[in-house]
């Protein structure tokens, strides 16, 4: 069975640089100040691993962690 992934948003370094919510609109959020946060609990679903590892790749504030279940 593959691995589940889960994204997780560091809320101190997360600087409102919303790459993660153009590059993966399925699996964040922002807030209304533009801080992002993993929607939901962050699982992400079947078929999206790509776009997560994407998103943590292009945070520039490296706040982004994509963890394997
Ligand atoms: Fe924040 Fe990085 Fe997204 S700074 S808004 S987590 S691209």
Redesign the pocket.
């Known amino acids: 069975m593959a691995e589940r992934l889960k994204v997780h ?1 560091d809320p101190d370094k ?8 153009a590059l993966a609109p399925e699996l ?1 959020e ?1 807030d209304e100040y533009g ?2 946060h993993e929607a939901g609990d962050g699982t992400v679903p079947a078929g999206l691993e790509d776009k997560a590892w994407l998103a943590k790749s ?4 490296i ?2 962690d994509v963890t394997e279940e």
Do not use: W, Y
């Open positions: 948003v997360c600087q409102g640089h919303a790459r993660c919510k964040f922002l801080n992002a292009n945070c520039p504030e706040a982004i």
